[in-house]
T-cell receptor, first 111, second 115 residues
């Protein structure tokens, strides 16, 4: 079965520090991978997606992710955290046009 | 360009009751998927509708049913509500002719509380 695993349910960084949120996937075929962000009491907003066009994917709000087939990873990074980045982040894989989500990582940004 | 619209935003129901949630997809999209997000968890796929038919279904009981209308809008119905059905219900729209890597646009969700 295809799935995603997000390592670390909570991540805390200082404002201005590097953000690294980890996601590993399992897939028997080349996957479509996504990162979504969810602010409190809101729906999901697409940050970026991997569709095999390029291994380094740039998204909104300064986020990017690198697809590494050898490591089956799709980690999300941002060079400098901002207070407004505090939210829940979900990694997802598209299977037959239905999304399977990881359990999420809550990012806290300390001033 | 309107995004995905869901109604109502909040709902409180009693155990055993039935509930209907509604979703209007993004303009130009023809496929609607529903997800359940329990507190502190990632969204779980319920089912997907295209051309007014259920095309895919996740691991949810028959108490969960849906419908898609000719204008592509959709309803999610849940019968015999259980306390465990309390969750945020998210609707996502997409294009069936796209690849699996196309964007899925999510609505803001309906928060269902079962008491």
């Amino acid at each position: 079965a295809q799935s995603v695993t997000q390592l670390g349910s909570h991540v805390s960084v200082s404002e201005g520090a590097l953000v690294l949120l980890r996601c590993n996937y399992s897939s028997s075929v080349p996957p479509y991978l996504f990162w979504y962000v969810q602010y409190p009491n809101q729906g999901l907003q697409l940050l970026l997606k991997y569709t095999s066009a390029a291994t380094l994917v740039k998204g909104i709000n300064g986020f990017e992710a690198e697809f590494k087939k050898s490591e089956t990873s799709f980690h999300l990074t941002k060079p400098s955290a901002h207070m407004s980045d505090a939210a829940e982040y979900f990694c997802a894989v598209s299977i037959r046009r239905a999304l399977t989500f990881g359990s999420g990582t809550r990012l806290q940004v300390q001033p | 360009d309107a995004g995905v619209t869901q109604s109502p935003t909040h709902l409180i129901k009693t155990r055993g009751q039935q509930v209907t949630l509604r979703c209007s997809p993004k303009s130009g999209h023809d496929t609607v998927s529903w997800y359940q997000q329990a507190l502190g968890q990632g969204p779980q796929f319920i089912f997907q509708y295209y051309e007014e038919e259920e095309r895919q279904r996740g691991n949810f009981p028959d108490r969960f049913s849906g419908h898609q209308f000719p204008n592509y809008s959709s309803e999610l119905n849940v019968n015999a509500l259980l306390l465990g059905d309390s969750a945020l219900y998210l609707c996502a729209s997409s294009l069936i002719m796209g690849t699996g890597g196309d964007g899925y646009t999510f609505g803001s969700g309906t928060r269902l509380t079962v008491v």
